[in-house]
């Protein structure tokens, strides 16, 4: 078992509508929980963080987490055709770096 | 805003050169990270320091190795430079007091070693 999973997708939405993504991990220690935006060809880019049990929300975007059943969700509202990239969910179990799963392809249409 | 720069964008090698990349950060963080990034499998960790003149392998340090002889500076270094090494290569710097452990790419380096 991979200690960071995600469906990689594609994830097809249109444009407006509510895109969610799905993160589960192994390890039940870990602390802190991260998502990326990499747009194709470029290095990933910090979108939030979330480290306690709930939402968090940040403009269009809210993280959910559920520390029992170890996942992590991103929800992005109002998608738009910017949002298509690849979204990698990072995990922070202790060690000093983190754990990344492989990413979800997002594909906003127009 | 943390900025990390990597001394090239592209390069092309041939095999057996030995190459370095260089990756320098300007927010003081002790943790600094070499990753490469290949179709299919993600991010995977080369090498780690989490200060000066320290280093920790990572998952993938076969023909890779490292300096870090000041702070703000982070290099791998290719000894003999491999096709199989073409890949892009990530830096990441990460601090602990206010992120809580995010890290903080670069732009990339895409290498092609021929």
């Known amino acids: 078992q991979k200690e960071v999973e995600q469906n990689s997708g594609p994830l097809s939405v249109p444009e407006g509508a509510i895109a969610s993504l799905n993160c589960t991990y192994s390890d039940r220690g870990s602390q802190s929980f991260f998502w990326y935006r990499q747009y194709s060809g470029k290095s990933p880019e910090l979108i939030m963080f979330?480290?306690?049990?709930g939402d968090k929300e940040d403009g269009r975007f809210t993280a959910q987490l559920n520390k029992a059943s170890q996942y992590v969700s991103l929800l992005i509202r109002d998608s738009q055709p910017s949002d298509s990239a690849t979204y990698l969910c990072?995990?922070?179990?202790?060690?000093?770096?983190?754990?990344f799963g492989s990413g979800t392809r997002l594909q906003v249409q127009p | 805003d943390v900025k990390v720069t990597q001394s090239s964008r592209y390069l092309v090698k041939r095999t057996g050169e030995k190459v370095f990349l260089e990756c320098v950060q300007d927010m003081d963080h002790e943790n600094m990270f070499w990753y490469r990034q290949d179709p299919g499998l993600g991010l995977r960790l080369i090498y780690f320091?989490?200060?000066?003149?320290?280093?920790e392998k990572g998952d993938i340090p076969e023909g890779y190795s490292v300096s870090r002889e000041k702070k703000e500076r982070f290099s791998l270094i290719l000894e003999s430079a491999s096709t199989n090494q073409t890949s892009m290569y990530l830096c990441a710097s990460m601090g602990l007091e206010n992120s809580g452990g995010a890290q903080y790419f670069g732009p990339g380096t895409r290498l092609l070693v021929l």
């Open positions: 320091s989490y200060d000066v003149k320290m280093k």
């Open positions: 979330i480290y306690s049990n």
């Open positions: 990072a995990v922070h179990t202790g060690r000093r770096a983190l754990t």
